[in-house]
C-alpha cells in the first residue's frame, strides 16, 4: 500500500496574498513606531494552508514547537524560542476550527480577522481564541430581520457545506421562524460536491414558488455555483446575501449574466487602512529566488519569467522585478477588501499593544521579562486601543469584538460595473427596534427593478375570509375559508 502524495498548493489566491500584505504592512509600522515597542522588532512567519484543514494543523503544530524546516537561512540572530507568540488567522471558519483546536491547550493566541463562525465563541473548545470581525450569530439575526423588513415570508436558502454555513444558516433559521418566515427548502453545497449536487439544486430553485433566496455561502462556494446559475438562467430572484460574498468585487465580476443583480445582504463596515495601498503597490520581488510565493504573483501579472530565456522566440519575456504595477488591473490591486485588511491590522496591533503591555514599555522597553503565550493570550484579552484611523479595538468575554454590519444593495450601473451601495446599518449595540435602519435611498431589486419584491406562500387573506392552515406544509401556507354564517371577518390577514 502506498502512501497519500502530500497536499500540494496548486494555484494563487490572490485574496489571501493582500491579507499577507496587510499584515506585513502592520508589523512594517510598528517596527518604524517610536510609541509602540520602541527598540523592539517584531518577527513573523507565513504559511499558505491552501485552504485545508490537514495542512491547517500541520504548519500550525510547526508554528507550536519551532521544529518547522527553514527554507531561507536568516541574516538577524534572534534571541527568542522558535515558537511564536500568537497566530493571525486563518480565513476560514473550519480551517480556524481546527488551528483553534490543535492550538487551544498552549493557549497560543489565535486571532483572525475573517472566521465568522459563532461556534469558535465557545471559550471552554476554543480558549484561545480570538478575532476582529463579529459572529455569524448577529450576522444571521441581521439577515432574517433584513428578510422580515422587506414582507418576505416564503424563502429558499443555500449554505456552505461547512461550519461557517451550517452555523450560520442554523441561526438564521430559528430567528426566522421566530420572526414568522418559512423557508420552502434548504440546501447545502460544498465547492468539491459532484455536479450531480449542483444539478439538484438548480431542479429545487426551478420547482420553487419563493422568489427570495437567502445565499450563506463562502465565497469560494459560491463561485463555483454562480456560473451554473448563469448557465441555467436562474434569473429573476432576490439575492440575500452573507459578508462572505456580498461585498465581493471577483463574485460580481463573475455575474456576467446579471443574476445577481441587486442583491442585498449585510457587511463589514467600511474601512480604510492609511498608507496600505501604497504598500502593497510599491512591493517588489528583491530576490525572487527566496520568495516562490511572490515570484509566482509576479510572473503571471507581468507574463514574464525570472530566469534566462532559453531563446529568443519564447514568448514571455524576462522579469526585471521593477515592473511599474500601478497601470496594473487585477485582483491584487482590488482594494474592495479594505475591510477585512483592516481586520488583520487591527489583530496584529492587538498583539503589539499586549506585548507593550507585558514589557511595560514607556520610553524603552523591559527586554528581560521572559514572555509566555498564556500571558500574552491574557493581556490580548484586556485591551483597549484605537487605531490611526479612529477604531476601537477591544474583544468581549468571548473574544469577539462589537457587532456592526452595512446593509449593501448591488446596483448595476450603465456601464455594466456592480457598485456596493451602503443603504442601511445594523447595530446590535442598540435597542431591538433601533437595530436594523435603512436610509431614504433608492434600492435596486431582482432585474434592476425598482419594486420591492413580493416573496410569500399565499397572500392575505381578504376580509371576509379567514386563514386555514395546510395540512403537512409550513404555517406560511394557508387556504382562505369563507366566514361561517354568525361570523365576521373586516380585515386583511385574519
Given at each position: ?102 492550538i ?9 480577522h ?21 459572529s ?63 444539478q439538484?439544486?438548480i ?7 419563493s ?118 488591473q487585477?485582483?491584487f ?24 503591555n ?62 456596493f ?50 395540512k ?23
Amino acid at each position: 500500500m502506498n502512501q497519500p502524495l502530500p497536499l500540494q498548493c496548486i494555484s494563487l489566491n490572490f485574496r489571501d496574498l493582500q491579507f499577507a500584505q496587510a499584515m506585513l504592512f502592520a508589523i512594517e509600522e510598528i517596527n518604524n513606531s517610536t510609541d509602540l515597542l520602541p527598540g523592539l522588532s517584531v518577527g513573523y512567519k507565513i504559511y499558505d494552508n491552501c485552504g485545508s484543514v490537514a495542512r491547517s494543523v500541520g504548519v500550525t503544530l510547526a508554528l507550536a514547537n519551532g521544529n518547522e524546516n527553514v527554507s531561507v537561512p536568516s541574516k538577524t540572530s534572534c534571541t527568542r524560542p522558535a515558537h511564536v507568540q500568537a497566530i493571525i488567522g486563518t480565513t476560514s471558519s473550519s480551517t480556524t476550527v481546527a488551528v483553534a483546536t490543535v492550538i487551544g491547550p498552549f493557549f497560543i493566541p489565535v486571532i483572525s480577522h475573517f472566521a465568522t463562525c459563532a461556534c469558535l465563541s465557545d471559550k471552554t473548545k476554543y480558549p484561545s481564541f480570538l478575532r476582529t470581525i463579529p459572529s455569524d450569530y448577529y450576522q444571521s439575526r441581521a439577515l432574517a430581520h433584513l428578510v422580515k423588513h422587506f414582507g418576505w415570508t416564503w424563502v429558499g436558502a443555500i449554505r456552505s457545506n461547512d461550519d461557517y454555513g451550517n452555523n450560520g444558516m442554523a441561526t438564521f433559521t430559528e430567528t426566522a421562524q421566530q420572526l414568522g418566515i418559512c423557508l420552502e427548502y434548504s440546501v447545502s453545497f460544498f465547492r468539491t460536491d459532484p455536479y450531480v449536487k449542483i444539478q439538484k439544486i438548480i431542479e429545487i430553485i426551478k420547482a420553487s414558488t419563493s422568489k427570495v433566496i437567502v445565499a450563506f455561502l463562502a465565497r469560494a462556494d459560491f463561485n463555483v455555483l454562480l456560473p451554473e446559475f448563469s448557465y441555467h438562467n436562474l434569473s429573476g430572484y432576490q439575492w440575500v446575501g452573507s459578508e462572505s460574498w456580498i461585498f465581493d468585487s471577483q463574485t460580481a465580476e463573475m455575474d456576467m449574466h446579471h443574476i445577481l443583480d441587486g442583491a442585498i445582504g449585510v457587511s463589514i463596515p467600511k474601512a480604510h487602512v492609511t498608507g496600505l495601498r501604497e504598500f502593497i503597490l510599491n512591493k517588489k520581488p528583491i530576490n525572487p529566488s527566496n520568495n516562490e510565493l511572490f515570484t509566482e504573483f509576479w510572473e503571471t501579472t507581468f507574463s514574464c519569467k525570472f530566469k534566462e530565456l532559453k531563446s529568443s522566440a519564447d514568448i514571455q519575456r524576462e522579469c526585471t522585478g521593477h515592473e511599474d504595477m500601478t497601470g496594473v488591473q487585477n485582483n491584487f490591486i482590488d482594494m474592495s477588501l479594505m475591510p477585512i485588511f483592516n481586520n488583520v491590522y487591527k489583530g496584529v496591533y492587538a498583539v503589539a499593544h499586549a506585548l507593550h503591555n507585558i514589557l511595560s514599555c514607556n520610553k524603552t522597553c523591559n527586554k528581560n521579562v521572559q514572555l509566555d503565550p498564556f500571558m500574552v493570550l491574557q493581556h490580548i484579552r484586556k485591551i483597549h486601543f484605537t487605531t490611526k484611523e479612529g477604531d476601537e479595538v477591544y474583544f468581549n468575554e468571548n473574544g469577539d469584538p462589537a457587532a456592526k454590519y452595512d446593509i449593501i444593495n448591488w446596483q448595476t450601473r450603465e456601464n455594466g460595473v456592480v457598485e456596493f451601495v451602503i443603504v442601511g446599518l445594523y447595530d446590535i449595540s442598540l435597542t431591538t427596534e433601533k437595530q436594523l435602519k435603512l436610509q431614504n435611498k433608492s434600492l435596486i431589486w431582482a432585474r434592476n427593478s425598482k419594486q420591492v419584491p413580493v416573496s410569500v406562500c399565499n397572500e392575505k387573506c381578504p376580509p371576509g375570509t379567514h386563514k386555514v392552515l395546510q395540512k403537512g406544509r409550513p404555517v406560511c401556507c394557508y387556504d382562505c375559508i369563507r366566514c361561517a354564517e354568525g361570523e365576521i371577518s373586516n380585515v386583511t390577514g385574519a
